[in-house]
Nanobody
Framework: QVHLVESGGGLVQAGDSLRLSCAASDYTGSTTNMAWFRQAPGKEREFVAALRWIGASTYYGDSVKGRFTISRSNAKNTVYLQMNSLKSEDTAVYYC???????????????????WGQGTQVTVSS
């Protein structure tokens, strides 16, 4: 069992930056792929970014490419999401997710992730 705890959300202005953290407790070494998704009010949960733990390959949703960066700390079992040039449309609850099976073709697919955090709110005012 892997427990994910997000932190770092808050209220910022358009153009500002924010860094989210996701700490994986009870880490078993089998979590090969971690990701960030987000859900705005009235919308489906959408893929934001993913990282393969071994090798640190990264993947991004089209709406955040060039602005967001996903990274990891092996020592802290933590994944980060650095968000720059924030826009009002980035406002959402951001969720950290993890899975043990690696498949590059499905990193974007929400249903393939087994473990989820509780979410952290990010609000960007224009």
């Amino acid at each position: 069992q892997v427990h994910l705890v997000e932190s770092g959300g808050g209220l910022v202005q358009a153009g500002d930056s924010l860094r989210l953290s996701c700490a994986a407790s009870d880490y078993t070494g089998s979590t090969t792929n971690m990701a960030w998704f987000r859900q705005a009010p009235g919308k489906e949960r959408e893929f934001v970014a993913a990282l393969r733990w071994i090798g640190a390959s990264t993947y991004y949703g089209d709406s955040v490419k060039g602005r967001f960066t996903i990274s990891r700390s092996n020592a802290k079992n933590t994944v980060y999401l650095q968000m720059n040039s924030l826009k009002s449309e980035d406002t959402a609850v951001y969720y950290c997710a993890a899975r043990s099976a690696w498949n590059s073709e499905t990193v974007y697919v929400r249903s393939t992730y087994v473990y989820w955090g509780q979410g952290t709110q990010v609000t960007v005012s224009s």
